[in-house]
């Protein structure tokens, strides 16, 4: 058998994220028993600086495709070249992160390749499956997490799922298997790269919360995508970044990357302030386990207010540019 892992460089030091190495680990502990293969693909501008690492947590090699019209990621064409790769290839099973860029990417290949995907596994396996042979075992929470779901992809190859970083911590033991990086370049039909794609101007993702030691996050009541200008203000001012609930995610008023929460990001920083936040538990999966928690809520029932450390009762409109007259005389 073979896994293929799509490999993601951090953009903000460089090096390969944390849960591409996870998921190569976590391939090799599938295959090696099976004397199967790891492989890796790397699509981008320049390669992760340490991409050594790949190879002691068990690949055994990484296909490089790296093109300066790569820097900004586009969709559209990192599901060509990606799935052009998978057909040459043929891995029987395929793993992404659930990063932002992984969950935009695999639903895309999967679609493409006209197989399944499972995003958001907690637990792989390989196994026999009726008489399918080895099947990978996809497992995750379902049901807003009242049953654990086995999800099998009985007939298509490749099996396809997704992981979010942290879920399958590295092992203790590594393997040392020699680097072996195949760059493509030369070999690759540039038509696949399709230039129409690159000449789209795509955002580059600054956002990192997770490395943010304050997060000033905003939800349905902060009323509109003008009116976050007040959080952005009060983030800059604390030199922090702003987060969203998923409520203002779905009203426009903040980019998906931003949301906070379970099927968002999962921050720890040193303060989270939740401005028109409620509180639902899925937002709190991202942010209670923060150091300090202020909330500010007009509405003194908000369940935000039962896990804040702070609270404020009132309109956000009032408290915070309240807060910016503050912070600004201290300057
Ligand atoms: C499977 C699943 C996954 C989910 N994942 C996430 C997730 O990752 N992250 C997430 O956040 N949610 C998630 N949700 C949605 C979640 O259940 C809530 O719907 C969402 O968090 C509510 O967002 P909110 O608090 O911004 O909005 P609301 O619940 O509408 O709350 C708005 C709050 O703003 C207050 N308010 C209104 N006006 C003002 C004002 N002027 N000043 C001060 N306060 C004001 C109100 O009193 C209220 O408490 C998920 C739901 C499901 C089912």
């Known amino acids: 058998m073979k896994t293929l892992?799509?490999?993601?460089?951090?953009?903000?030091?460089?090096?390969?994220?944390?849960?591409?190495?996870?998921?190569?680990?976590?391939?090799?502990?599938?295959?090696?028993?099976?004397?199967?293969?790891?492989?890796?693909?790397?699509?981008?501008?320049?390669?992760?600086?340490?991409?050594?690492?790949?190879?002691?947590?068990?690949?055994?090699?990484?296909?490089?495709?790296?093109?300066?019209?790569?820097e900004n990621l586009q969709s559209m064409v990192v599901k060509e070249v990606l799935s052009e790769i998978i057909k040459e290839e043929e891995p029987d099973i395929v793993l992404f992160g659930a990063t932002h860029n992984g969950r935009d990417i695999a639903p895309l290949v999967a679609s493409n390749l006209k197989t399944g995907l499972t995003?958001?596994?907690?637990?792989?396996?390989?196994?026999?499956?009726?008489?399918?042979?080895?099947?990978?075992?996809?497992?995750?929470?379902?049901f807003g997490g009242n049953i654990i779901a086995t999800i099998i992809t009985p007939e298509d190859t490749p099996m396809m799922a997704?992981?979010?970083?942290?879920v399958m911590p590295l092992p203790s033991e590594t393997v040392d298997n020699p680097v072996n990086?195949?760059?493509?370049?030369?070999?690759?039909?540039?038509?696949?790269?399709?230039?129409?794609?690159?000449?789209?101007?795509q955002k580059e993702q600054k956002v990192n919360l997770k490395k943010t030691d304050i997060v000033v996050s905003g939800g349905a009541g902060v009323g509109s995508a003008e009116n976050f200008k007040l959080l952005h203000d009060l983030a800059e001012a604390l030199g922090g970044d702003v987060g969203a609930s998923r409520a203002a995610v779905d009203f426009?008023?903040?980019?998906?990357?931003?949301?906070?929460g379970q099927t968002g990001t999962v921050v720890r920083p040193k303060l989270y302030i939740a401005c028109g936040i409620s509180g639902q538990v899925q937002h709190r999966a991202g942010m209670e386990e923060s150091q300090k928690i202020i909330a500010i809520n007009k509405g003194p029932d908000a369940p935000i207010f039962d896990i804040a450390h702070k609270g404020?009762?009132?309109?956000?409109?009032?408290?915070?540019?309240?807060?910016?007259h503050y912070l600004k005389e201290e300057e």
């Open 181 to 201: 990086v195949e760059k493509l370049n030369e070999t690759f039909d540039e038509e696949l790269i399709m230039n129409e794609f690159l000449s789209v101007v």
């Open 5 to 70: 892992v799509y490999i993601e460089k951090d953009p903000t030091n460089n090096k390969v994220r944390e849960v591409s190495v996870e998921l190569t680990a976590k391939a090799y502990s599938m295959m090696e028993p099976l004397d199967g293969e790891v492989i890796g693909a790397f699509i981008g501008y320049g390669l992760p600086e340490n991409s050594d690492v790949l190879f002691k947590y068990g690949m055994d090699e990484l296909i490089n495709l790296t093109d300066e019209r790569l």
């Open 312 to 324: 404020i009762v009132g309109d956000l409109n009032e408290v915070i540019p309240t807060m910016l």
């Open 162 to 166: 997704t992981v979010r970083e942290g």
């Open 252 to 260: 426009g008023y903040a980019d998906k990357e931003r949301q906070v």
């Open 119 to 142: 995003a958001d596994c907690t637990q792989l396996k390989v196994d026999d499956y009726k008489d399918k042979g080895k099947r990978l075992f996809q497992i995750r929470p379902a």
